[in-house]
């Protein structure tokens, strides 16, 4: 006989509010586009924790890199920020590699 767990876990965004669920059985997180955090893919957590998200800009020169802009206000992002109780996670939004051939 084969036993099915079925695992149901609540999402929340501490931007802005939305919630989901997911049946994944394996560890996951859930992202989502956040109108409130510029509309860039953010994190939801897990319903009932605490957090705060920030983004950060980045602050040094980008040439002809080809960076993360924030949609909004066209400026380039460097990381978004989840502060919790348990500790902190960094999602970097590095710039994308290029090639040249001759």
Not at 71 to 93: A, K
Request: hydrophobic share 35%.
């Amino acid at each position: 006989m084969t036993v099915l767990i079925s695992a149901i876990h609540e999402w929340y965004c501490p931007a802005c509010g939305a919630t989901d669920q997911t049946k994944e059985v394996k560890p996951h997180t859930r992202f989502h586009v956040c109108p409130k955090l510029r509309f860039l893919t953010a994190p939801m957590l897990p319903r009932g924790t605490s957090a705060k998200v920030e983004l950060n800009e980045r602050e040094d020169y980008i040439g002809r890199e080809l960076v993360q802009l924030d949609p909004e206000q066209g400026r380039p992002v460097m990381n978004m920020v989840t502060t919790r109780d348990e500790g902190t996670d960094c999602m970097v939004y590095a710039p994308t590699a290029t090639a040249r051939t001759s």
